[in-house]
């Protein structure tokens, strides 16, 4: 099977049941953990033309189901926020105990920003 950057398939895998390609190797969907629901990429299997990503290599493609609309970025993140709301957060690497860096407060504390147009699409998708 060939896949295209932004093709949404009905997937069988670990976590997920529609997964949008990633472009190289990923499965971006909809998983539930711990009663929070977040995207999370899982990879093609190697019956299926994976190489890489274990243990995360499960997916097995269905069928495809569309297409993400322009404008919406295939990722699982949009990079990085400060607790403190900044952008301007950077890993500045071991040693701990302070790996992060921020311009805008004295205690960073970094989080995923979400991509909530991605988790929309997918999540009506599965409704």
Same mark, same amino acid.
């Given at each position: ?26 499965? !971006?969907? +909809?998983?539930?953990?711990?009663? /929070? ?8 299997? $190697?019956?299926? =033309? ?21 404008? !919406?970025? +295939?990722?699982?993140?949009?990079? /990085? ?8 957060? $950077?890993?500045? =690497? ?34």
């Amino acid at each position: 099977m060939n896949f295209s950057k932004g093709e949404v398939w009905r997937i069988r895998s670990r976590n997920l049941t529609i997964g949008v390609f990633d472009g190289d190797e990923g499965f !971006i969907g +909809i998983r539930t953990k711990f009663e /929070s629901r977040l995207l999370f990429t899982e990879y093609l299997a $190697r019956e299926h =033309g994976g190489t890489k990503h274990l243990p995360f290599d499960t997916v097995t493609p269905i069928e495809r189901v569309g297409q993400v609309p322009e404008g !919406i970025e +295939i990722t699982d993140h949009l990079g /990085s926020v400060c607790q403190c709301g900044s952008t301007s957060i $950077r890993w500045t =690497g071991p040693p701990a105990p302070a790996p992060w860096e921020c311009d805008d407060c004295d205690e960073p504390l970094s989080f995923r920003k979400p991509n909530n147009p991605l988790f929309d699409y997918l999540d009506k998708l599965e409704g």
